[in-house]
């Protein structure tokens, strides 16, 4: 028995959501807004929290400031059930934040990224990851960090006998280098969304970048938004479309999904119940404010998923 089912490392800030906003009000006068909410906010954190809420016990490394945001965030977190033990409070450090604008076409942010920088991945303890059954990681930064990444992923490999789930993410360096490719054998799970996909696969289309992928001995799974998603393994392809529902907020639904269908990996399901799961999630969380205010359990998933199979 594992201590953890899943070992999640990355970012963690604070989401002040500000909907139904196309523009800021002229220097000098104020305006007001029927609601603003604040919740929790970074791609690392959404998938730890939503794993908790279908019911798996995951435990989260990152790092909060000694401030106000920085306390709600751990007792959030440790409400829903994830374990904070590796969630470090930086003394006399502020906790990032995000504002986001949002209307019924899109959204736009205001980042402060704080004095809390996400662990670098080799400070991760080959002993704590040894506690879980799965590691989940985020963070990925090209030439940055790519050494690194390659390193650990060889070492857990060699250690332990965890899987792995990776999300990409987007590439801030802009460089969409093909030495990515060289992570994928010792990856379970590859997460990415299409855009990223055809970025790093030079492909004409998500299939092909996943074949690709996937011919490297990883699970391939391509988010596509209101399109649905897809999975390769093995030189078998999986697809589903994306469910209809009166979305509100998009924010977090990537990483709804990511937790969606990494909850159906570990249960053993199959790819297609695995992305009908992901893609639930990830629908679900749109249709309220914050990456994680309407993220499902598992009842109301799977009633969701039934529901509204074709």
Known sequence: MKKWDVFVFGDINVDILVPNVNRLPPAGEEWEVPVMET??????????????R??????????????????????????AGVDISLLETRVNARTGSTISFTDDRDRSFLTFRGDCKVPDIREISME?????????????????????????LQKLRSETDATVSFDTGWDSTEEWSRRIYELFP??????????????????????????DFASKGCMTVIK??????????DGQV??????????????????????????????????ETAL???????ALSCTGLGGNTMFPTLEKLREFVEVNKE
């Open 39 to 52: 919740t929790p906010g970074g791609g690392a954190a959404l998938f730890a929290l939503g794993l908790a």
């Open 54 to 79: 279908l019911g798996m016990h995951p435990v989260f490394l990152g790092r909060v400031g000694e401030d106000l945001y920085g306390r709600y965030l751990k007792n959030y977190m440790e409400e």
């Open 128 to 152: 704590k990851v040894s506690q879980a059954g799965h590691i989940h990681l985020t963070g990925y930064a090209e030439s940055v960090n790519h050494e690194a990444y390659l390193t650990f």
């Open 186 to 211: 010792y990856l379970d799970v590859l997460l990415m969304n299409e855009t990223e996909s055809l970025h790093y696969s030079r492909k004409e289309t998500a299939r092909e970048a996943a074949e």
């Open 224 to 233: 596509m938004g209101k399109k649905g998603s897809l999975c390769c393994r």
């Open 238 to 271: 999986w697809s589903r479309k994306g469910f209809s529902v009166n979305a509100v907020d998009t924010t977090g639904a990537g990483d709804s999904f990511n937790a969606g269908f990494v909850y159906g990996f570990l249960k053993g399901e199959e790819p």
């Open 276 to 282: 009908c799961l992901g893609n639930g999630c990830g």
